[in-house]
């Protein structure tokens, strides 16, 4: 079974500061990795997903499949990265619509 | 572009009670996936549709059933309700069954009393 572990529940920075939000998973095959940002009173959204190996707002996300994570990282944090960010594992084959989801980072970059 | 919607957005139902939410994915989207939040958790995956047909179930009891509409809309019903059931139920679509990313509703905020 699957499972996606981020250990951290808070994490403040100031900002401008350099920020990593961790995440580690369990599995056995060939995940894919995904981090999704919930905004305040917003929905949940796709933030980077490892396959496309983009940037988004500045986050990258590298997956090491030696220690199994996939730290969600920042040079330069700004104040509307302040969100809930939750990192998702896929377990392959056809199906995107079943994700394992971690139990979330609450990020607060502080001005 | 409208995005996903659900409906209602709260509910309060007593123990016992029977619930149905509802969900119309993005126009396009033929995936439909419910998921359960409880407070302080990550989302946990409830069903899968494609297709109208049941793609993929996690780990509920039988309690819960799904289904899935011409439409491409889709319901959840939860039967027999119980106190641990009170949580926000979240839809999601995606344009295929595989290798599209999921677009999250607002979700429906469930409370059993």
């Known amino acids: 079974a699957q499972r996606v572990t981020q250990p951290e529940k808070l994490l403040s920075v100031f900002k401008g500061a350099p920020v990593e939000l961790k995440c580690n998973y369990s599995y056995s095959g060939s995940p894919e990795l995904f981090w999704y940002v919930q905004y305040s009173r917003q929905r949940l959204q796709l933030l980077l997903r490892?396959?496309s190996r983009e940037s988004i707002k500045g986050f990258t996300a590298d997956l090491n499949k030696g220690e199994t994570s996939f730290h969600l990282k920042k040079p330069f944090a700004q104040e509307e990265d302040s969100a809930m960010y939750y990192c998702?594992?896929?377990?392959?084959?056809?199906?995107?619509?079943?994700?394992?989801f971690g139990q979330g980072t609450i990020l607060t970059v502080h001005p | 572009d409208a995005g996903v919607t659900q409906s209602p957005t709260h509910l309060i139902k007593t123990r016992g009670q029977h619930v149905t939410l509802r969900c119309s994915p993005i126009?396009?989207?033929?995936?439909v996936s419910w998921y359960q939040q409880v407070l302080g958790q990550g989302p946990q995956f409830i069903f899968q549709y494609y297709e109208k047909e049941e793609r993929g179930r996690g780990n509920f009891p039988d309690r819960f059933s799904a289904r899935q509409f011409p439409n491409y809309s889709s319901e959840l019903n939860v039967n027999a309700l119980l106190l641990g059931d009170s949580a926000l139920y979240l839809c999601a679509s995606s344009l295929r069954q595989g290798n599209s990313p999921l677009h999250f509703g607002n979700g429906t905020r469930l409370t059993v009393t």
């Open positions: 998702a594992l896929n377990a392959g084959g056809t199906s995107y619509g079943k994700l394992t």
């Open positions: 126009s396009g989207h033929k995936s």
């Open positions: 490892h396959i």
